[in-house]
């Protein structure tokens, strides 16, 4: 099985930065794309930004310029660096992996997911 943990939200103010980061552990035979979601009260989950094994990245047009999605493969972790956060950035945030398990086939497995409030 895998897990993915996230860690690094919190409350935050306008305009201020927040880091998270995101662990991949278990018995990982390899890991695809990783990305972030994020789903605000009342809102469906909604793609933040992703990055492939080769480092290819993509980002919802309400964070480019402002996220940065960046992975380490050989610590198997996932970070998004948030910077100029808005009160409209307030959510869950989750962490994504397709990951294929050691003998099992690849699968898209979720984080428990950490808050970010921005407010004033």
């Known amino acids: 099985q895998a897990q993915l943990v996230e860690s690094g939200g919190g409350l935050v103010q306008p305009g201020e930065s927040l880091r998270l980061s995101c662990a991949v552990s278990?018995?990982?035979?390899?890991?695809?794309?990783l990305g972030w979601y994020r789903q605000a009260p009342g809102e469906q989950r909604e793609l933040v930004a992703t990055i492939t094994s080769g480092g290819t990245t993509k980002y919802a047009d309400s964070v480019k310029g402002r996220f940065t999605i960046s992975r380490d493969n050989a610590k198997k972790t996932v970070a998004l660096q948030m910077n100029s956060l808005k009160p409209e950035d307030t959510a869950v945030y989750y962490c994504?992996?397709?990951?294929?398990?050691?003998?099992?086939?690849?699968?898209?497995?979720w984080g428990q997911g950490t808050q970010v409030t921005v407010s004033s």
């Open positions: 278990g018995s990982i035979f390899a890991i695809y794309t």
């Open positions: 994504n992996g397709d990951l294929r398990v050691a003998f099992g086939t690849t699968a898209s497995y």
